[in-house]
C-alpha cells in the first residue's frame, strides 16, 4: 500500500472517529457560553464580526477528496454569510477537531489592515491549547486577540445590529 493511501485512509479514520461526543466534551455548553459572551462583548467595541464555526470532523466525501482546513474554512465564510458585513469586516475563526486544526478567514476590509502572520498566532494560541486539551482557554484567548485587533482597525463608532450570530455554529 502506498505511503499516500495510508495517509488517506489514516486521515478518514481520524474523522469517523471525532464524534458529536467528542465535540461536546471539547465545547460543552458552559465554553459555547463563556464564547458566545466573549464575541457579544468585544463586539460592542468594533465594526468587527466574529464567526466562530467548530466541526467536528468533515464529510467523509471531503476528506477522501483532499480537502484541506484552508478550503473548508473558506467555504464556511461563504456558506455562514461571514463575507456580507456592512463595513466588509467579518472574521470566520474555523475549528476542525478531528485534525486539531484552525483557520481564520478575514474579509476584504480586515484583510487589507492585519497580515496572515498574526493571523497564524491567533491560531497557534488554538492549537497549542488543543494539544493540552484546553479548548475553553485557548478558545477566550484567540477570541479576545481578534478582538483587540478589532478594536485597533475598526474601533465602534456608534450602536450598529449585530449581523453575525454571536454563539458558536457547531457542525
Not at 458566545?36 to 466574529?50: D, K
Not at 477522501?64 to 456592512?86: H, I, K, P, Y
Not at 493571523?119 to 479548548?135: D, I, L, P
Request: with cysteine; hydrophobic share 45%; aromatic share 6%.
Amino acid at each position: 500500500m502506498s505511503d499516500n493511501l495510508k495517509t488517506n485512509f489514516k486521515r478518514v479514520w481520524r474523522h469517523v472517529a471525532t464524534t458529536t461526543a467528542v465535540a461536546k466534551r471539547a465545547f460543552p455548553p458552559p465554553t459555547l457560553d463563556a464564547i458566545t459572551a466573549a464575541v457579544m462583548t468585544g463586539e460592542q467595541t468594533h465594526r468587527g464580526e466574529i464567526r466562530l464555526v467548530v466541526e467536528k470532523s468533515l464529510p467523509l466525501a471531503a476528506v477522501w477528496a483532499g480537502v484541506s482546513n484552508r478550503q473548508r474554512a473558506l467555504a464556511m465564510f461563504a456558506e455562514c454569510g461571514v463575507w456580507d458585513t456592512a463595513d466588509n469586516c467579518g472574521v470566520l475563526i474555523y475549528v476542525n477537531l478531528a485534525e486539531r486544526r484552525v483557520d481564520i478567514v478575514a474579509d476584504r476590509g480586515i484583510d487589507r489592515c492585519i497580515d496572515a502572520a498574526t493571523w497564524q498566532a491567533v491560531c497557534n494560541t488554538m492549537t497549542a491549547g488543543f494539544a493540552q486539551g484546553n479548548f475553553h482557554d485557548s478558545t477566550l484567548a484567540a477570541i479576545a486577540r481578534v478582538n483587540d485587533l478589532l478594536r485597533t482597525h475598526f474601533p465602534a463608532t456608534d450602536r450598529r445590529p449585530n449581523e453575525l450570530p454571536d454563539r458558536p455554529a457547531m457542525l
